[in-house]
């Protein structure tokens, strides 16, 4: 059965820190990972990690896959109010499964 | 403007009757998912289709259904079935009909009340 799990559940923190959310996964078939942002409601595309070792940036956002371990991380650095979201990883195979998320606050 | 259209975005809906939930996309995808939203958790894949006229069932099927006559459309009807159906249901498409190679576009979602 395919499995995937995010770490922490949920993390507060204050501007300015940097944060790191997990994604360790079991699937079949693995073909690429996505991390998706999700505030109010359609998620929003991040990240699509194919290749291990290969670190993908945008901004103060990165995302790197280790497919021998399988898991990915996302890094957030000098975090802003406005990263505050549920921050979510599928592995793809010939369906995405999706984790349960990690709820991350900015405080001010 | 190409995207994915849901609607209704809001659907109230007493409980015993069936309901269908609209997905229109203009992407040219060829396939597309249906998931569901509960509070505080993430998604859960309840159908997908990767060519028309075929779909299967993902992780949480019961109580539901779905039809793909159409390339762009993607219908999915909560039935009197489904034991709790009040949730937040999101649609997507992806590019590649084999899968886990493109990532998903997502609607803005159809949240549904059941009472």
């Known amino acids: 059965e395919d499995k995937v799990v995010q770490s922490p559940l949920s993390l507060v923190v204050h501007e300015g820190d940097t944060v790191t959310l997990n994604c360790s996964y079991e699937?079949?078939?693995?073909?690429?990972l996505l991390w998706y942002k999700q505030e109010k409601k359609a998620p929003t595309f991040l990240f699509m990690l194919t290749s291990s070792g290969i670190e993908k940036k945008s901004g103060r956002l990165s995302s790197i896959l280790d497919k021998k371990e399988l898991f990915s991380i996302l890094n957030i650095t000098a975090t802003q109010t406005g990263d505050s979201a549920i921050y979510l990883c599928?592995?793809?195979?010939?369906?995405?499964?999706f984790g349960t998320g990690t709820r991350l606050k900015v405080l001010a | 403007d190409g995207g994915i259209t849901q609607s209704p975005k809001y659907l109230f809906r007493k409980e015993g009757q069936n309901v269908t939930l609209s997905c229109e996309q203009n992407l040219n995808h060829d396939a597309m998912y249906w998931y569901r939203q509960d509070p505080g958790q993430g998604l859960r894949l309840i159908y997908y289709?990767?060519?028309?006229?075929?779909?299967q069932k993902g992780d949480i099927a019961e109580g539901y259904s779905v039809s793909r006559e159409k390339k762009e459309s993607f219908p999915l009807t909560v039935t009197s079935a489904q034991k709790n159906p009040t949730a937040f249901y999101l649609c997507?498409?992806?590019?590649?009909?084999?899968?886990?190679?493109?990532?998903?576009?997502f609607g803005n979602g159809t949240r549904l009340t059941v009472t």
């Open positions: 599928a592995p793809g195979t010939y369906k995405y499964i």
């Open positions: 997507a498409s992806s590019i590649a009909s084999g899968g886990g190679n493109s990532p998903l576009h």
């Open positions: 699937v079949t078939n693995f073909r690429s």
């Open positions: 289709s990767q060519i028309v006229n075929d779909f």
